[in-house]
Each structure stands twice: as structure tokens, then as C-alpha cells.
């Protein structure tokens, strides 16, 4: 039995909480804590079983380590903002409390998505005896973790890695984000990049496409992204000879960015305005729908999976692990639709797996670093089925 500290009461929060809520048998107490204490108050109320729930600063290193010395958790979930990782790890270091996140850190100015900045913490959290697992949602997370199951089961080598992400659902909004606006915002604009031959390969944002026919869904048009997953992968599976990313957007989507973009809304360095600093994608965000507010509007699916090459026994392999979700069955299960949910689900799987010492090892770890079994059993019983066809 152990204790539970979630932190961020967004709509991947909403999910993780209610998620650690179903399994008693692991998670004893749970607590959630957020800038905005109503957030949790509000979220705790559709829970089933009581949670507690304060208010705290992330940013706050003392006001956190005095929550967790309070509240006394064995795990702390952090599903708050990217720019919070290091604040919060420092917390745990300090504390000695293990660590799951979902997003690498990422600094306010500059759009980087690099691990360097967690992988130092390695040695200190090995000295401490505690784990970090980062990464912890779908993708990354799940994504980690279908490349690991497929390496220790099914391939020798891996040659090639194609992440698809295709979100089908439909909101009927002009123009909305899925999670965070300024984090998607930041990280759909940024260049693409993928790695290629032993080297990264840079290409202009959005300018590479290609269509891929999904199960459950149909063909749809999916761009190159660079998405931080891809810098781990790359690093722990030195046979990759390419690894690259996709995601679907609509042509209305892409028609909003580009004008955004054109106007300077996208900018996330701050402008004067009268007598006062702002930062251009900060304000679009306070405009935006609250992605938590989509639930219960979005219909459609999900489908994010691994497309992966390689050779067995000295032939070819080829295939596709992925797993299907319905936005409108996550929003009768949890309130929230399914970018939440499948972000959610892994965040809670991985918290337990630390929990229950299955994934329990001194030091800083992406989830391919991990044994894949316990988590792949999970998954599907926790409410993300997955499936592996060979093609």
C-alpha cells in the first residue's frame, strides 16, 4: 500500500487521479495538488473514494518539499507544465521520494526538448536510492515501451522506427488544442527533426507528410514532427539506422496556425504592451479553450502506435504495435477525452510499477530502459488495449 502525491490538475491530471483511484489495492491515499486548489476540488468531487487535495506552487522547491514531507508519498506523479520538472525532482531528491513524469523538461524562453537536463540528475538520484522514470504518458511512455517489448520479443536488431499519431476525434471548435495550448503550440511549430544514419537530420516545421492508412480509423495525412521520445530511443537502441515521428492535423488546424504564426501570436518571447511585458503564445493560451473543457464534445478515436523494421533470425520483420482509444468512452469513464486519457493511463501504470518496486532502481530512467512485460500487462487492464500485427 502506498501513498500518492499527483501534481497538476489539468485534464491529464483529472485522469491519473481518477486512475490511482481504482486500484486501492496500491494506492492507499491519494493527494492532488495544484496552483488553483478548486482545480482539485473540483476533480476530487467526481472521484469515487476520497482524495485529498492542497494547493502548491511547482515552482516552489521549499513549498514542495513541505508538501511532501507533510503528505508523506512514496511517489510523486508530475503531470504540471515541462518547465517543472527540475523544480519537482529537486523536491524528491531532497525528500527522497521516487519520481514519475510525463514530458521531459523544457526551459520558458526556448523551445528545446532535450533530456540533458534530467539525464544529469542520474548519479544523485542513484545516491539518493531513488528512481525517475521519465516520459511516462503515451508518447512518450507507451511508445518507449511497445519499441522495448518488440526489441525483447519479436526482433534481434531494430532498423527502422516510425512513431504514428493520429488523433480522428472532432470537437467542433475553430481552432483548440488537445493538452496545454502554449506546450502543443511551442512544440508543433518547432523544426522538424528526426534521425537518420547516425546523425539528425533537420527539416522546416510541418514540411514533410506522408499518408498511412491507421486500423480503426482510415488513411489520414501525418506530418514529421520531432518529439523528445525519438533523442532516447535513438541513444538506447544504437541499431537504429532511422527513427522519425508523425502526427495528424486537420487542414483547419494548419490553416489557424499558420496565421497565428503570421501574426506573431506563436512568439514565446515577451512584447511590450501598454506598459507591459507579455508573452504573444501565453495570451492565445488564456484565449483558448481549456483542453479539459473538450470532453465532453469530442467524438471520434485515437490511434498511436510503432511502425518498426529489423530482422530475427537473420530475416526481415516488420511491425505495427499500437493502441485504439474512443474519445467519447473516456469521457463517460473519467470526464476527460482521450489525449488526457491516453497520456493518464501510462502516468498512473508507471507510478504503480515504482510503487510495487517493479520498477524500482536508483537512478534516472526513460521507460525503454525498463523491463516492458509488466507495464504491456497492465496497459490493456487498465484501459488502453493494445495490439501487435505483424505486416
Known sequence: MS???????????????????????????????????????????????????????ADNVKETVALIRDFKPEVVINVALPYQDLTLMDACLETRVHYVDTANYEPRDVAKFEYKWQWAYHERFAKAGITAVLGSGFDPGATNV??????????????????????????????????????????????????????????????????????????????????????????????LKRARFW?????????????????????????????????????????????????????????????ISGVKAGKPQRMFVYNVCDHRACYEEVGSQAISYTTGVPAMIGGLLVATGAWRKPGVYNMEQLDPDPFMERLGKHGLPWQAVNL
Open 247 to 307: 502526427m495528424t492535423f486537420s487542414d483547419n488546424y494548419l490553416k489557424h496556425l499558420e496565421v497565428l504564426g503570421n501574426v506573431g501570436m506563436l512568439r514565446i518571447d515577451p512584447v511590450e504592451f501598454q506598459g507591459q511585458k507579455i508573452v504573444p503564445i501565453q495570451f492565445l493560451k488564456a484565449l483558448l479553450p481549456d483542453p479539459a473543457s473538450l470532453g465532453p464534445l469530442t467524438r471520434g478515436k485515437t490511434c498511436i502506435g510503432c511502425l
Open 3 to 57: 501513498k500518492v502525491l499527483i501534481i497538476g490538475a489539468g485534464g491529464v491530471g483529472q485522469v491519473v487521479a481518477h486512475k490511482c483511484a481504482q486500484v486501492p489495492e496500491v494506492f492507499s491515499d491519494i493527494m492532488l495538488a495544484s496552483r488553483t486548489q478548486a482545480r482539485c476540488d473540483a476533480i476530487a468531487k467526481g472521484i469515487r473514494r476520497p482524495i485529498r487535495t492542497a494547493r502548491l506552487d
Open 146 to 239: 511497445f519499441t522495448a517489448w518488440a526489441k525483447k520479443h519479436h526482433f534481434d536488431e531494430l532498423h527502422e522506427l516510425d512513431i504514428l499519431d493520429c488523433n480522428a476525434g472532432d470537437h467542433g471548435k475553430p481552432f483548440a488544442t488537445n493538452f496545454n495550448p502554449e506546450i502543443n503550440l511551442r512544440e508543433v511549430t518547432a523544426k522538424g527533426r528526426y534521425f537518420e544514419a547516425g546523425r539528425w537530420v533537420e527539416t522546416p516545421p510541418l514540411s514533410e507528410s506522408m499518408t498511412y492508412d491507421f486500423p480503426e480509423v482510415g488513411p489520414r495525412k501525418v506530418y514529421l514532427l520531432y518529439h523528445e521520445e525519438l533523442e532516447s530511443l535513438a541513444k538506447h537502441f544504437p541499431s
